[in-house]
């Protein structure tokens, strides 16, 4: 986990040189591997941790150890980035090896989108290996993180979603990566694909989530669905500025990125930590009401950057909205790691294959039924 950390912290440093703005680390090439630390270094490393938790076998822990060892490969200047690029899809490819076993152990469509998911983080590894931008990268990591949180939230939910979920979803990762494949050769019909795809998915979470109606409760239930409910409103954006074709200028490539990445997956994380980092870390990690200041801060910065630095072409909303972003994110680090601390150590048995903490979540969840 440490890896992860380490890599969170990296990448908010690269977001602040990529804004202008002083930071403490001024690595030549940080800003350039901004997004690989955030997406594979990070977020790669806890879905893969959480995976091989789940596996509980020791060899599961080879694709989070490559994951956090590739993106400290990053921001290391001695080490040549084509050797951080390698290891990095070594660790995507680990990953997808990783949900094999999870799959042979249950068939299920939701463990199967993951597997595909897992597939498009792989493919956006090794394209970055001969890029020297992540122009053409980005679009297979959106559909990596994109599908990878849906299939938990099905698995979080399933007794809401129906019997058939599972298979809607995988659908809807076929045509994620179908619209992925169509924008090699012809960029902007699969970015409006994709952002269809996107929008599809978004109003059938919305439409079945019990996150419409957990937001009426109180305490973590309440503060679980908030960011749920958040996240989808972020993706429903992507979506949509998707639909005018691959994003040229800058501002729809920042807004689209920022909306996925920021708005839908980090929603999505602060949503889930108290349920799932418990079962990952061994430490108790209970519900305060703390945890709603960074979920909040972090929509004002996205509606700052996204709606006025980007949608309205304001340099200094978008300058604004960045900083509070990176403070948001620094935010729900401190406060995790102040729960935690007063929560004290937790002995808790690996979690169920299927969904990691599931049980806890979904009593949680469903508790306002």
Not at 1 to 23: F, N
């Amino acid at each position: 986990m440490l890896p992860a950390g380490l890599a969170l912290l990296a990448g908010l440093d690269a977001g602040l040189l990529l804004l202008g703005l002083p930071a403490p680390v001024t690595a030549e090439r940080l800003p350039a591997v901004h997004g690989m630390l955030l997406v594979l270094g990070f977020v790669g490393t806890l879905i893969s941790l959480e995976r091989a938790t789940a596996l509980a076998r020791p060899l599961g822990y080879v694709a989070p150890a490559l994951l956090g060892v590739g993106g400290m490969l990053l921001v290391v200047p001695a080490v040549p980035l084509a050797i951080a690029k390698i290891v990095l899809a070594a660790g995507t490819a680990s990953v997808l090896l990783l949900y094999i076993p999870l799959w042979r152990r249950q068939y299920d469509h939701a463990l199967l989108t993951q597997l595909l998911a897992s597939g498009l983080a792989l493919s956006g590894a090794l394209i970055w290996i001969g890029q020297d931008t992540m122009t053409r990268v980005i679009p297979w990591l959106i559909g990596f993180l994109v599908l990878t949180i849906a299939a938990e939230r099905v698995e979080l939910a399933r007794i809401t979603m129906g019997p058939q979920a599972g298979i809607r979803l995988l659908v809807h990762g076929w045509a994620v990566t179908a619209a992925l494949v169509v924008g090699l050769v012809f960029p902007d019909t699969g970015a409006i694909l994709l952002g269809l795809a996107l929008l599809s998915l978004t109003g059938w979470l919305v439409a079945h989530d019990v996150a419409r109606r957990t937001i009426r409760a109180t305490g973590v239930t309440r503060y679980m669905a908030a960011c749920i409910l958040a996240g989808y409103v972020w993706l429903a954006v992507a979506g949509l500025v998707l639909l005018l074709g691959a994003p040229q200028a800058q501002p729809a490539y920042d807004a689209v990125i920022h909306a996925i990445f920021l708005g839908y997956t980090f929603s999505m994380i602060m949503a889930h930590a108290t349920t799932i980092l418990p079962a990952v870390l061994r430490i108790a990690l209970p519900y305060r009401p703390a945890f709603w200041a960074p979920i909040a801060l972090l929509q004002v910065a996205l509606v700052v950057r996204v709606w006025f630095g980007d949608g309205l072409g304001m340099p200094v909303a978008w300058r604004i909205g960045g900083v509070l972003g990176v403070i948001a994110l620094l935010l729900f680090v401190l406060t995790a790691v102040g729960s935690a601390v007063l929560g004290g150590a937790v002995r808790s048995k690996a979690p169920a294959v299927a969904a990691p903490a599931s049980g806890d979540a979904a009593a949680r969840e469903g508790g306002a039924r």
